[in-house]
């Protein structure tokens, strides 16, 4: 009975650290870091073109816009980075982002795949991780 | 002087401003013009609003279809405006050229036309975004304009109004990584031959509820391609009325323009069986 108790202890335990490995393919597909960057990089040049929501960015610092969103980005596809920026919600709190300029930016990002030569399937999978998070940005 | 400089500036502001619409909503997810009317498919409604107007924005469409049939040649021609992504009106101009039936029955006209005004709202949800579909409900007032066929056959009036729910969904990623788009509704209706043959029957007089749906892949935001169901009423004794199906191919190039070619089968129409042929649709967004 005891021998069995401490069997049961042994396989929680080992069921503990053994953790199924994450799934990080969508993370290997959209080119790991080097690549969700490029992709990063070139929505937000597509951004500075875009005269639809390009003000909405005037006064944001650029460059820590574009590390938060990599590393955003690297989480939603499963890959080993730690996001450290604020919550949607905080981050887009009294900015009244409409339901267009959300639109606006999936256009400008699925650009920035298209350029990367992100095959269509591997776009999808990324925007469906993203798409949910329209909520908290859009004002209601 | 002042004047001029004032009309010019006039002019380049406008110039500035090349769309008169806006276009908040992603590409494709206005849906084509279907053959009522109301945005869609071909042969039927989807819970989307045409054009690309998102909240607060206007948007407008203008619309030509033409099926080409072993007997006959349907042409639809029609224009239709939503606001809001919540409300849309249509209005459909239906001719239906009879071919050779007329010498075979030595009919009195050579066509049969009939006008379709359009209401959709949307109740609730999004095609792509939040947990709900999008579901939404319409409104058609329909009036067959020359009744003489349809009353020879025993079609019992000439204008009618009917209802539709229906409810669409992307799914992303759902066909092998591909976007899905499925599409489901139900329709109240005693249309024959959605209208154009008149409305109720000697078989019977009564609305039916009739289901239809399609089934799209997305192979990107620009190409799709899927099959199409409408089930229609049988009400007239004169004729069978088949249910109609197509496979259809979709090209959004861009915001202001779209093509959908069909192969469409529909069937048995007015005593002529395998009326299958050609579905060509062109859409303009404004």
């Not at chain 1, 999808?124 to 209601?140: D, K, S, T």
Request: charge should be neutral.
């Amino acid at each position: 009975m005891r021998g069995l108790k401490l069997l049961l202890v042994v396989l929680l335990l080992a069921g503990c650290a053994q953790q199924p490995p994450k799934d990080d393919s969508l993370y290997r597909d959209l080119g790991e870091r080097a690549g969700i960057t490029r992709i990063v990089e070139g929505m937000l040049l597509n951004i500075a073109h875009d005269p639809r929501i390009v003000e909405r960015f005037r006064k944001i610092d650029i460059q820590r816009l574009r590390d938060k969103l990599v590393e955003q980005f690297c989480v939603e596809a499963g890959g080993p980075c730690v996001y450290t920026g604020d919550t949607m919600a905080e981050s887009h709190k009294g900015q009244n982002v409409s339901r267009s300029d959300f639109n606006a930016l999936v256009e400008d990002l699925i650009a920035a795949m298209d350029a990367q030569g992100i095959p269509v399937p591997v776009q999808n999978r990324l925007i469906a991780r993203l798409a949910p998070m329209r909520g908290e940005v859009i004002q209601h | 002087m002042k004047r001029l400089s004032l009309l010019l500036c006039g002019l380049a502001c406008l110039g500035a401003q090349p769309v008169l619409a806006d276009n908040g909503r992603l590409i494709a997810t206005g849906g084509a013009s279907s053959l009522e009317g109301p945005a869609g498919g071909g042969i039927t409604p989807w819970a989307v609003l045409t054009g690309y107007g998102e909240q607060n924005e206007w948007s407008a469409t203008a619309f030509a279809t033409t099926v080409n049939l072993p007997d006959y040649r349907l042409d639809v021609a029609g224009v239709a405006a939503s606001y809001d992504n919540r409300v849309e009106v249509s209005f459909a101009r239906q001719r239906f050229d009879l071919g050779s039936l007329v010498s075979k029955l030595s009919l009195p006209e050579d066509h049969l036309g009939q006008d379709i005004l359009g209401l959709k709202v949307r109740l609730f949800g999004d095609v792509i975004y939040d947990r709900l579909p999008q579901v939404s409900m319409g409104l058609e007032y329909k009036h067959q304009t020359n009744f003489d066929i349809p009353q020879l056959v025993g079609a019992k009036r000439d204008q009618d109004v009917e209802g539709y729910l229906t409810a669409s969904r992307l799914f992303m990623g759902a066909a092998f990584g591909y976007n899905l788009l499925i599409n489901g509704g139900v329709r109240y209706s005693r249309a024959n031959e959605l209208g154009l043959m008149g409305f109720g029957g000697d078989r019977r007089d009564t609305r039916s509820l009739l289901k239809e749906g399609s089934v799209a892949v997305l192979f990107n935001p620009r190409w799709a391609m899927g099959v199409e169901y409408r089930q229609k009423p049988d009400n007239l004794s004169f004729s069978g009325e088949s249910d109609w199906a197509d496979l259809f191919i979709g090209y959004f190039p861009n915001k202001h323009v779209s093509f959908v070619l069909a192969y469409a089968k529909l069937g048995e129409i007015a005593t002529l069986d395998n009326q299958n042929g050609t579905y060509l649709s062109v859409q303009g967004s404004f």
